[in-house]
T-cell receptor, first 113, second 116 residues
């Protein structure tokens, strides 16, 4: 199993540009989430999904869009990049059940200039 | 709203010694999970240890153990026989059982340095 994969690993955008961060998992997990990590802030939840076709907002959803058409993929879209979106982005997944253990991808470092 | 607080932005320990990282949390729930994640310079988030609130026994994973004080809402991580590879950011995290689909609330992290 590859686990949770994210692409790209690094990205530089100009203000106003749009892009999609890719996330895929091969563990057949129902739940997937996106977090952002800023210096001194820990990780904060952006959006999450409990299954194909179902998404919901987390703590910091503004400026981001998600959709989930398959169990495996959960892309995160930046509609119009802003310098405040410079961050490291993590995708995570977990299975239904009581363990509640989340499996994280390797992260994407995004810089918006 | 639930919150997680790590009051030690940085800690240092001598190799082979023991260090304890602190974490407190605020919740009105009775059934929840607590986690410690390690983030080395590679950036990968690695689960170190997990505690279920309904279990009174403290969790242990090899050199890592927790001191879970439910009434005090405290969840500290003890690392014994510290190794150079333990140097990393450590995050305490909380999730409510049955709610928010298991999404995690993180503390701000503690940076642990290990001196040879």
């Amino acid at each position: 199993n590859a686990g949770v994969t994210q692409t790209p690993k690094f990205q530089v955008l100009k203000t106003g540009q749009s892009m999609t961060l890719q996330c895929a998992q091969d563990m057949n997990h129902e739940y997937m989430s996106w977090y952002r990590q800023d210096p001194g802030m820990g990780l904060r939840l952006i959006h999450y999904s409990v299954g194909a076709g179902i998404t919901d907002q987390g703590e910091v959803p503004n400026g981001y869009n998600v959709s989930r058409s398959t169990t495996e993929d959960f892309p995160l879209r930046l509609l119009s990049a802003a310098p405040s979106q410079t961050s490291v982005y993590f995708c995570a997944s977990r299975t239904r059940g009581r363990s509640y253990e989340q499996y994280f991808g390797p992260g994407t470092r995004l810089t918006v200039t | 709203a639930q919150t997680v607080t790590q009051s030690q932005p940085e800690m240092s320990v001598q190799e082979a010694e023991t260090v304890t990282l602190s974490c407190t949390y605020d919740t009105s729930e009775s059934d929840y999970y607590l986690f410690w994640y390690k983030q080395p310079p590679s950036r990968q988030m690695i689960l170190v240890i997990r505690q279920e609130a309904y279990k009174q026994q403290n969790a242990t994973e090899n050199r890592f153990s927790v001191n879970f004080q439910k009434a005090a809402k405290s969840f500290s991580l003890k690392i014994s026989d510290s190794q150079l590879g333990d140097a990393a950011m450590y995050f305490c995290a909380y999730t409510r059982y049955g709610g928010s689909q298991g999404n995690l609330i993180f503390g701000k992290g503690t940076k642990l340095s290990v001196k040879p």
